[in-house]
């Protein structure tokens, strides 16, 4: 009778402890099945960037020289502006694009593209005024920034003080990114108007972090500014931007764990990635997802692949400084895949990069 009883009462505790895990347990992996996938406009050519307004439009850039807004209920395609300057010879050419934080009142939109400056291919960020149908009223805000048909960089991102992040490519010049005064090889920060913020680490000088390859991938959440950066054949890199840090390109591809790195991780003090690809994947635009629409992508940077072709979403931490997972959707289904774009209803873009007949897609929850 004992053992009868002493049976049953493990037999309960067995079956309510396995239902609290059960009960615990995470939400199952997503599947592309469970997502649903929606061509709101194609026929476009090489579009780079991607931006919500508050009149829930997209804006989006393409790289010859076109900026338009995208009314995703209907698929109509506005054109507000075609920059004439705008010279696209390999990866050069219209690029990065953000509207103002406070677009209705103040309708701002900042450019970056790359231009002809007597004979020298460049790159400057320019500042536009939107009067409603139109750009107009164009204002330099940082010029002379060496260029060439590869390695621009040029995401660009308002934080939530108001300043204006830069992404900066090596252009190919291994000295640059491992030198203060060169303005290619970072991450670069001024104020709206154009100015050095007073709180930059070098006086005078817009270099917020350097020792950067070619980051095309920018986004602030957790209290943190995150990037992504593609390496050359060995180690994309998902990286957190600090202030006045070294991240070792050209010296240290991804982790200092090769012998030959080890020395120079030391000497620069280089920041570590939170994560790195080897093969490489071609890490390009990103954004942060913490929408209830999909549950399972909510604290995730999501990431669009060129190489890859496949739209990457990375799990964090509650404290955003490690990934815990990472999933993989739609791999070669759309192609080339350029920028992301998290909208606020939890809805999700991407822009793919295949040349001719490129397309925006949204992407929601499967009903």
Not at 20 to 44: H, I, K
Not at 223 to 230: G, P, R
Not at 299 to 315: G, P
Not at 323 to 343: C, K, M, P, Q, W
Request: charged share 20%; net charge negative.
């Amino acid at each position: 009778m004992l053992k009868a009883l002493k049976s049953l009462l493990l037999l309960t505790l067995i079956l309510h402890f396995g239902c609290s895990e059960s009960d615990d347990q995470p939400d199952p992996v997503l599947t592309d099945a469970e997502l649903a996938d929606n061509v709101l406009v194609d026929g476009l050519t090489l579009p780079w960037e991607l931006a919500w307004a508050p009149d829930n439009t997209i804006w989006m850039t393409e790289r010859g020289g076109r900026i338009s807004r995208l009314n995703p209920e209907t698929g109509l395609v506005n054109v507000v502006a075609t920059i004439d300057e705008v010279d696209a010879r390999g990866e050069g050419g219209l690029l990065g694009m953000a509207l103002h934080p406070n677009f209705s009142t103040t309708p701002d939109v900042f450019l970056v593209y790359n231009y002809d400056k007597a004979g020298s291919y460049s790159q400057k960020v320019v500042k536009y005024r939107f009067n409603g149908t139109a750009l107009t009223s164009p204002v330099v805000l940082l010029d002379n920034i060496p260029a060439t048909n590869i390695h621009n960089g040029s995401r660009l991102l308002i934080s939530p003080d108001m300043k204006l992040f830069i992404t900066t490519g090596d252009a190919g010049d291994y000295f640059a990114p491992q030198n203060i005064n060169s303005l290619n090889g970072k991450v670069l920060r001024i104020n709206l108007d154009g100015s050095i913020p007073a709180d930059n680490p070098y006086s005078g000088n817009p270099v917020w972090s350097f020792g950067h390859r070619n980051a095309q991938g920018l986004v602030f959440a957790n209290n943190k500014l995150y990037s992504s950066e593609h390496g050359p054949d060995i180690d994309d890199e998902i990286n957190i931007i600090q202030k006045a840090r070294n991240y070792g390109w050209p010296e240290i591809n991804g982790f200092c764990d090769e012998e030959e790195e080890k020395a120079v991780c030391e000497e620069y003090n280089a920041v570590e990635p939170l994560k790195s690809y080897t093969p490489t994947i071609a890490f390009s635009g990103m954004d942060y997802y913490n929408n209830g629409q999909i549950p399972q992508w909510k604290n995730s940077l999501l990431i669009a692949t060129l190489k890859d072709k496949t739209l990457y979403q990375f799990k964090l931490n509650e404290a955003g400084d490690e990934i815990t997972e990472v999933n993989e959707f739609y791999r070669s289904a759309h192609g080339r895949l350029r920028d992301v774009l998290v909208a606020p209803n939890g809805k999700v873009y991407l822009a793919t990069s295949n040349g001719t007949n490129d397309k925006i897609i949204e992407i929601s929850r499967s009903n």
